[in-house]
């Protein structure tokens, strides 16, 4: 793992240096550079339309770059996008969990197909629902779970084969607040357990519970650092400020 | 002039007979703009079908411009905008011509209301020809919005227009509201995020079905009981766990880049705040910040949700 530390001694997670994505003479992603740590919660903010899926779809080695280099978990985003989707967990507010299968099946599915054991299987699944105190639902359908019940289950099984990083896609949408903080309580408790989070979030609130964040716009990353120099580097007083400030620039009619 | 009324409005489902809408009663004056707050299965959607004559109420009733929503849905339906959740637009048809067949079904011109729609219109005009699958989410919303609005109602339904829509272009979208009730059309619109609440002229803030409280945004916040500090130290997750377990906390939660905490108001401000401010010193925490805040409609639903949770198991 020596290779995977930076000049501070941090352990790297995600390195991407001047990734692109180019649609034919659009460019969804233009040349963009940053590097997360293990363990950090990071932000990855933009408009609808700045680039944020297409450049989450290359880190989780969807999509193969125009140009530029990346590595996930010490795993290059050309060549071994196998291991890649081995040590990462993906859960998206769109789709996540089936609806249509009880809990216990869903996470019974999920982890078959990221090759835990029988043995495994049946411990995890066991403690995942006590944790969670779905004990009188596991047998229920997940589209009777109310949509936060949904959110929490979708995180948990997004970390049951232990991904070295985890990246959310709008995972709080359309919750109410003390839902919200709920499941950010399980974001904290996994980074505090070394896994990387790589979320994205409409809501400015939440930006602030990030390490760091980045903002893209039109394809690029307008601004990076920890949201109070951000605030200071802005002068304001709040995210939604400094998301405001950047992306009332953007060029791109919200593509 | 109160243009809708509820009156014990319910709706249940399923065999079980959960009731998604519990005998809900408000009313929205005209020209008002209305905001139902509340998050996923608090029953918005519920009563917006109810009102827009798309779904048939288990008990109590309602009105619309004084048309009971079971008996006259006609006339109900051809003086209201509906816009739902759903993008409910055909995906096939370009932007032009969803705005025609909508215009056309209500037995209107496109260019007879043009007034109404051309401050959004002219920012998806440039791709007219482009069909309405392939727009952009921003777009779809604008497009969805003039198709809502070319009959010219006297009110318009808004389900949930800004959820999943990035801060700027919900701006956008509430600066586009605001000249809309301008021109005396009565809005009730429903939205998750607090911070829009503040926006609108009256809310009502909505949990399992039933109403928590119906106010001004400004009311709703000075009727807020307790002491609200917020709190900042050097290390967060420590700084909630240690307020959590503060003797004198009512309510402790992660606010922005502060904890907010909840005090009696019996204990007088500037006491309390030194009091928790000491008792978290003495748990390790460093670079203590603590200083009394103003609540916002955030902290009031979450105060209210945490009484109907306590209520709820009583």
């Known amino acids: 793992m020596e290779n995977h530390k930076n000049g501070r001694g941090e352990e790297v997670s995600i390195r991407a240096d001047k990734l692109t994505k180019q649609y034919g003479d659009f460019i969804a992603a233009n040349a963009i550079s940053f590097e997360v740590y293990k363990g950090e919660i990071f932000g990855f903010l933009g408009a609808n339309g700045a680039g944020k899926t297409t450049a989450m779809r290359m880190l989780c080695g969807l999509s193969t770059p125009s140009s530029g280099s990346a590595t996930i978990a010490g795993f290059d985003v050309y060549k071994e996008t196998e291991e890649i989707k081995k040590n990462i967990g993906y859960m998206s507010q769109k789709f996540s969990l089936y609806e249509d299968l009880t809990i216990l099946e869903n996470i019974r599915f999920y982890g078959g197909i990221y090759g835990l054991s029988r043995g495994e299987l049946r411990e995890k699944s066991a403690a995942l629902i006590a944790r969670l105190g779905l004990q009188g639902e596991a047998n229920k359908l997940v589209a009777s779970l109310p949509l936060g019940w949904k959110q929490k289950l979708a995180f948990s099984v997004a970390v049951l084969h232990q991904p070295r990083i985890v990246f959310l896609d709008e995972p709080t949408g359309g919750v109410d607040p003390v839902t919200r903080r709920q499941f950010w309580d399980l974001i904290y408790q996994a980074a505090d357990q070394g896994v990387t989070i790589f979320v994205t979030t409409h809501y400015m609130d939440e930006a602030e519970y990030c390490n760091r964040i980045s903002i893209m716009v039109d394809g690029s990353i307008a601004a990076l650092d920890t949201p109070h120099r951000l605030k200071q580097q802005f002068g304001v007083a709040s995210m939604d400020e400094v998301f405001y400030q950047l992306a009332r620039e953007a060029k791109r009619a919200d593509g | ?314």
């Open chain 2, 1 to 314: 002039m109160q243009t809708i009324t509820l009156n014990g409005l319910t709706k249940v489902y399923g065999k079980e007979k959960i009731p998604a809408v519990n005998e809900v009663s408000f009313s929205v004056d005209q020209g008002e703009l209305f905001g139902l707050i509340g998050p996923d299965g608090a029953g918005k959607t519920s009563i917006f079908r109810m009102l827009t004559t798309v779904l048939l109420p288990d008990g109590g009733g309602a009105t619309v411009n004084g048309f009971d929503v079971v008996k006259d849905y006609r006339q109900i339906r051809s003086s209201v905008g509906y816009m739902p959740g759903k993008f409910s637009l055909y995906p096939d048809l370009s932007i032009e011509e969803n705005l025609s067949f909508f215009a056309t079904v209500f037995n209107t011109t496109i260019e007879e209301n043009y007034h109404l729609i051309r401050d959004i219109y002219v920012q998806i005009e440039p791709f007219k020809k482009r069909r309405a699958g392939k727009l952009s989410g921003g777009m779809k919303q604008k497009l969805a919005l003039c198709c809502a609005l070319i009959h010219k109602p006297t009110v318009l339904f808004l389900d949930e227009p800004t959820t999943g829509v990035d801060p700027v272009s919900r701006k956008e979208f509430w600066e586009m509201l605001k000249r809309l009730k301008a021109q005396n059309i009565t809005i009730v619109v429903s939205t998750p995020y607090m911070d829009e609440a503040a926006l609108c002229d009256r809310i009502a803030l909505m949990q399992d079905g039933k109403i928590l409280s119906i106010d001004t945004p400004a009311n709703i916040v000075s009727a807020y009981p307790d002491q609200l500090f917020a709190v900042k130290a050097d290390r967060m997750y420590a700084l909630l766990s240690a307020v959590a377990r503060y003797d004198n906390t009512i309510n402790s939660y992660a606010f922005g880049e502060y904890a907010h905490v909840s005090l009696p108001a019996a204990l007088g401000q500037e006491a309390a705040g030194a009091a928790l401010k000491n008792w978290l010193a003495q748990t390790g925490l460093e670079a203590l910040e603590v200083f009394p805040t103003e609540p916002t409609i955030e902290d009031c639903f979450i105060k209210l949700t945490m009484d109907h949770l306590a209520s709820a198991k009583n």
